[in-house]
């Protein structure tokens, strides 16, 4: 069944056309950008693990605009398995606004995040639903290994959640994704946040509840290519930055204490080499010292920036996302 409302939604706390239908223990959202190859191989193996555990559940897509034939291979999978749903965006909004729509749909009392390109091997749900049973409420994966991943990029994550470790407020775990389960209480809290830059890993730590770490070894990507280059990644650190620290604009304030103190000082120093020995300082060093408090101030111009943009983009209040429609 596929639903719409006048092509598009864009309500911000959607309500599904199927909450009449049996109630399902367990909600497996995961989103999905040009994964025409993983896709069956992914349903598969969640089916797999999830037929196991012999209690209903729903598998939900999330399509974010997709230039491949993904969203095709969803109505084939939801046109078989009537556990399939898959919502699909009008438009790419991006991997963690996916995550937040794959929430606002989802039924089950334990929902599970988990990315549709088989690096997070779904065989390790078992376990994180093992653990919320024993009375954990966020149960997330934290990676012992991660295989077919460049140097750089191991450097880079590592670098990433220690910095974000000493300048936040909230304690979030090292070498963690997206990958992990949310209890219905929690979800139910989550949902309730609307803020347009997003940093979800932060969030369910945020939150608080009662939480427990799995770990797991990380695989290679079953097909295609990742979908957090560089340019991605320096925009998703900024992300987590601003959403959870004010550290940068305190540097800026402290930064620039100090270089006015040390100018105070420059100012003594030249007055009295200037009386004693009538010395001139000459305009190279000069030029190179406003250059240097000109690039300083740009830097912290650009800092604020960011946060004043961001605080734009809350002022407009647009929604997350926009629904074209929905295989429910």
């Given at each position: 069944?596929?639903?719409?409302?006048?092509?598009?939604?864009?309500?911000?706390?959607?309500?599904?056309?199927?909450?009449?239908?049996?109630?399902?223990?367990?909600?497996?959202v995961a989103p999905v950008f040009n994964e025409e190859e993983t896709l069956p191989h992914f349903y598969e193996r969640v089916i797999a693990v999830m037929d196991s555990?012999?209690?209903?559940?729903?598998?939900?897509?999330?399509?974010?605009?997709?230039?491949?034939?993904?969203?095709?291979?969803?109505?084939?999978?939801h046109d078989k398995d009537p556990r399939v749903h898959a919502i699909n965006f009008s438009r790419n909004f991006g991997h963690q606004i996916a995550i937040s729509a794959g929430?606002?749909?989802?039924?089950?009392?334990?929902v599970i995040i988990l990315d549709a390109d088989l690096q997070d091997p779904p065989e390790v749900i078992?376990?994180?639903?093992?653990?919320?049973?024993?009375?954990?409420?966020?149960?997330?994966?934290?990676?012992?290994?991660?295989e077919g991943e460049t140097r750089f990029k191991l450097l880079t994550a590592a670098a990433f959640y220690r910095v974000i470790e000493r300048i936040t407020s909230i304690n979030i775990p090292r070498d963690t994704g997206d990958f992990r389960l949310l209890d219905?209480?929690?979800?139910?809290?989550?949902?309730?946040?609307?803020?347009?830059?997003?940093?979800?890993?932060?969030?369910?730590?945020?939150?608080?509840?009662?939480?427990?770490?799995?770990?797991?070894?990380?695989?290679?990507?079953?097909?295609?290519?990742t979908k957090y280059p560089?340019?991605?990644?320096?925009?998703?650190?900024?992300?987590?930055?601003?959403?959870?620290?004010?550290?940068?604009?305190?540097?800026?304030?402290?930064?620039?204490?100090?270089?006015?103190?040390?100018?105070?000082?420059?100012?003594?120093?030249?007055?009295?080499?200037r009386l004693l020995t009538g010395a001139i300082a000459g305009q190279a060093s000069t030029l190179i010292l406003v250059l240097f408090l000109g690039g300083i101030q740009l830097i912290f111009l650009g800092i604020i920036g960011e946060y004043l943009g961001r605080i734009y983009d809350e002022v407009r209040a647009r929604p997350l996302y926009i629904v074209h429609e929905v295989l429910d």
């Open positions: 069944m596929v639903e719409q409302k006048n092509g598009l939604q864009t309500a911000r706390k959607p309500v599904r056309s199927n909450s009449t239908q049996q109630p399902v223990t367990f909600s497996i555990l012999g209690e209903p559940f729903e598998l939900l897509f999330v399509n974010d605009g997709s230039r491949d034939a993904s969203f095709r291979i969803m109505q084939e999978l929430l606002d749909y989802a039924r089950g009392q334990a078992l376990t994180l639903i093992e653990r919320w049973k024993e009375g954990a409420e966020v149960v997330y994966a934290q990676r012992s290994r991660r219905r209480r929690v979800v139910d809290v989550l949902i309730t946040m609307r803020e347009q830059h997003r940093f979800m890993r932060g969030l369910s730590v945020w939150v608080g509840f009662r939480q427990e770490a799995v770990s797991y070894e990380r695989h290679e990507r079953f097909a295609g290519e560089l340019n991605k990644m320096i925009r998703f650190s900024l992300d987590a930055i601003t959403s959870f620290s004010h550290v940068p604009l305190q540097l800026a304030t402290s930064f620039g204490f100090l270089l006015a103190g040390l100018s105070l000082i420059g100012i003594v120093i030249a007055i009295i080499l």
